[in-house]
């Protein structure tokens, strides 16, 4: 019973979290961010700037 119990938690997880980054963030960019924590590449700087009216 606890296995079930414990097998059926990670597959939720599992599938919440493959849920969520489908949805919200994007498996480029998911893939993107984990280059740059690793040091395969350089994080890219995003510049914006707000128009003054």
């Known amino acids: 019973m606890k296995l079930r119990v414990i097998l059926g938690a990670l597959l939720w997880t599992l599938l919440i979290t493959v849920l969520h980054v ?5 498996w480029g960019e998911l893939v993107q961010k ?9 994080a890219r700087l995003i510049v914006g ?5």
């Open 49 to 53: 700037f707000l128009p003054v009216t």
């Open 22 to 26: 489908s949805l919200n963030v994007g």
């Open 34 to 42: 984990a280059k740059v924590a690793i040091g395969v590449e350089r």
